[in-house]
T-cell receptor
């Protein structure tokens, strides 16, 4: 069964450093998402991406964040200068289409980011 | 803005018994989808069940069923014949016109043998 994969599974970085989180969505999917979950809290939407551009973004997704689909298979989330409060689990998700066509979002296993 | 509320931070159920997890939401949209996701200790997000708002019939998936009350904006999850493997965090989620999922804070379900 096709699945969304994410690398690395755990990333430790120092405050102020740049990190890139990688995701490989399911191959025929067109919509891609990043969510994050601070430990013990709810899952929060960051950004959605379609046709090589951002569709929607939340207020969390500020100028420190960017997304890219560099090669047609990977989907990346970059945090330019990490802060302690960026420590969280980051989930990538993908779907065949948008909500009104009722397509499920498939989640990857997540990347745990620890900022020290 | 849409919101999702799960008022039960923790629930407990005896193995083989039935438990109901509550969820309410607020929206002005008429077309939307509702989901229950399970998050075991591995923290993988696993879809349990989905409900289309335009469908009056409640969704069922084996031991999992929902009670969808559109007018009341209520979407509860019933787990029948609870098993030890059902122990996890359960998140209720809303998906509207923007496509992204809006999650509740979750309910931690414990299953006692």
């Amino acid at each position: 069964e096709p699945e969304v994969t994410q690398t690395p599974s755990h990333q430790v970085t120092q405050m102020g450093q740049e990190v890139i989180l990688r995701c490989v969505p399911i191959s025929n999917h067109l919509y891609f998402y990043w969510y994050r979950q601070i430990l013990g809290q709810k899952v929060e939407f960051l950004v959605s991406f379609y046709n090589n551009e951002i569709s929607e973004k939340s207020e969390i997704f500020d100028d420190q964040f960017s997304v890219e689909r560099p090669d047609g298979s990977n989907f990346t989330l970059k945090i330019r200068s990490t802060k302690l409060e960026d420590s969280a689990m980051y989930f990538c998700a993908s779907s065949e289409a948008d909500s009104f066509l009722s397509y499920e979002q498939y989640f990857g296993p997540g990347t745990r980011l620890t900022v020290t | 803005a849409q919101t999702v509320t799960q008022s039960q931070p923790e629930m407990s159920v005896q193995e083989a018994e039935t438990v109901t997890l509550s969820c309410t939401y607020d929206t002005s949209e008429s077309d939307y989808y509702l989901f229950w996701y399970k998050q075991p200790p591995s923290r993988q997000m696993i879809l349990v069940i989905r409900q289309e708002a335009y469908k009056q019939q409640n969704a069922t998936e084996n031991r999992f069923s929902v009670n969808f009350q559109k007018a009341a904006k209520s979407f509860s999850l019933k787990i029948s014949d609870s098993q030890l493997g059902d122990a996890a965090m359960y998140f209720c989620a809303y998906q509207g016109s923007q496509g992204n999922l809006i999650f509740g804070k979750g309910t931690k379900l414990s299953v006692k043998p």
